[in-house]
């Protein structure tokens, strides 16, 4: 797969190092180099062939607003910025993802993701063959555990618990359950159309995973859930129809 060459413009080193360090750890990004303000950008592009520009836009001497409108062949660009007052003027300039620090992993990831796509999408539209194998995130997601990133098949999500900005996963591969800071309602987002559903404002369960329910709580393998009264109706009905399918 293609590698996507990344620059990083911002004026603070902190912040440089934070982007490089979630850049190498995506395999399709490829870091090439870190810069302090528009004019090193410059020279930079001028040096290498980059493909997509992590970009601040309150630097010192030129906003990263302005450098972006200076150019004339521009690479992808997500902004990375402490400021979100600049949202509408980076629709204007089409970049990829707007993104405002402090920025989790996973946000990275998914601003990521859309470059990508869009790269893909680009080649396409430009006759070439695209490659052969390409990122498919259908079956799976990433998830920030420590200092990696876990990769979670969906389908071996048994069931998922929160506990205020974190939660637990847990699945029929691990004997662990994968612990990240993510809030429930995210994950209930991303899964809602994947057989998952919220049965207790601290659970998300996947149905065909379900071996009973009785006295308002459901249980897979080991564990036993509560299921909240307001719950109940609509995983049962939901189980009912899944029966007769």
């Known amino acids: ?78 902004f990375v910025t402490a400021y979100d007052n600049y949202a509408v003027e980076s629709y204007d300039l089409e970049v990829v993802d ?28 430009q006759g070439q063959k695209p490659e052969s194998r390409t990122v498919d995130t259908s079956d799976h997601f990433f998830v920030h555990v420590e200092y990696a990133l876990v990769k979670v098949m969906i389908k071996e999500i048994t069931h998922i618990e929160g506990m ?25 987002e991303k899964l809602i159309d ?3 559903l919220r049965v207790h404002r601290s659970y998300i369960v996947q149905t065909n995973k379900i071996e009973a329910i009785k006295n308002n709580y459901l249980h897979i393998g080991i564990h036993r859930i509560p299921v909240s009264q307001n719950h109940l109706d609509k995983l049962t009905s939901i189980l009912r129809f899944l029966d007769k399918t």
């Open 164 to 188: 205020k900005d974190y939660v637990k996963i847990f699945t029929t591969s691990a004997e662990r359950p994968i612990l990240t800071k993510l809030t429930l309602k995210a994950l209930e």
């Open 98 to 125: 707007y993104l405002v620090k402090p920025v989790g992993m996973e946000r990275f990831t998914k601003a990521a993701y859309k470059a990508l796509s869009q790269s893909q999408r680009d080649s396409i539209a």
């Open 1 to 78: 797969m293609k590698k996507l060459k990344c620059l990083v413009v911002d004026d603070e080193k902190l912040a440089r190092d934070l982007i490089r360090e979630n850049i190498e750890k995506l395999p399709f990004l490829e870091f090439v180099a870190s810069v302090k303000n528009a004019f090193e950008a410059m020279e930079e592009l001028e040096k290498n062939p980059i493909d997509l520009i992590f970009l601040d836009i309150q630097m010192p001497g030129m906003l990263g607003t302005t450098f972006l409108s200076t150019l004339k062949s521009k690479p992808m660009v997500i």
């Open 194 to 196: 994947k057989g998952f």
